[in-house]
């Protein structure tokens, strides 16, 4: 299945095993497409700074293209992307949508508007399937961000791996955080060419979520 995509890039565990999968089925991908806060400074899906998509970009050395919104336009401003990315023969996106069926017909619908097919590799696989799949595959990340008065602070800058799955398990969290339960920053896998490793990082708090503010890291 040859045919030029990009990636609905969150930096997290869900974005890069859809990409891996894809990729292992004959799609090449040409571009990384996140969305920014209006000031340009942070990912609007795990509010990781700009800096560090851009380390993951060399990491896995592809070209990764922002755009800046709000919620109230980001329709508007993810359909302006893609056209701007079809202008580079790009005929498909790629996402890493898992049970949300809400979320899956939007992207659907608005990448049938603007005239390109929506690849949903992850789409209603089996919870169990996915995490051995991501581990076996030889994926590594963090976790940067976690639900307050769900998950402990304990887990942030700990490793994705089956301990946190028996954790969130023995507290009925959903595994893989599909409604945002928690977030996780990919260091390391088969489509990096580096690994990432975090220099210096600080917790704090937004909102309801506890959070690793990343400030700086390397490639290895």
């Known amino acids: 299945m040859f045919m030029k995509a990009f990636v609905s890039w969150s930096g997290g565990k869900d974005s890069c095993l859809a990409c891996y999968k894809v990729l292992k089925n004959g799609v090449e991908i040409s571009f990384l497409l996140t969305m920014l806060d209006e000031k340009g400074l942070r990912s609007k899906s795990h509010g990781l700074k700009k800096k560090i998509l851009e380390a993951q970009a060399k990491a896995v050395e592809k070209p990764i293209i922002y755009k800046e919104t709000s919620w109230e336009n980001y329709e508007e401003k993810f359909k302006e992307a893609i056209k701007q990315l079809k202008k580079f023969d790009v005929e498909a996106g790629v996402f890493g949508d898992l049970r949300l069926l809400e979320h899956k017909k939007w992207v659907e619908n608005v990448c049938n508007e ?30 940067i ?39 996780t920053l990919v260091t390391y896998g088969p489509i990096f060419k580096k690994r990432i490793k975090i220099i210096k990082s600080k917790k704090s708090q937004i909102n309801n979520y506890n959070i690793l503010n990343i400030i700086e890291v390397n490639l290895k």
């Open 114 to 143: 603007v005239g390109i097919k929506a690849l949903e590799p992850l789409w209603n696989e089996d919870y169990k399937k996915i995490i051995d799949e991501f581990f076996s595959y030889g994926f590594e990340a963090i976790i």
């Open 145 to 183: 961000s976690v639900k307050s008065n769900l998950i402990s602070e304990e887990w942030l800058g700990q490793s994705f791996n089956e301990k946190f799955i028996d954790y969130l398990k023995s507290i009925n969290v959903d595994l893989l955080g599909e409604n945002g339960e928690y977030h």
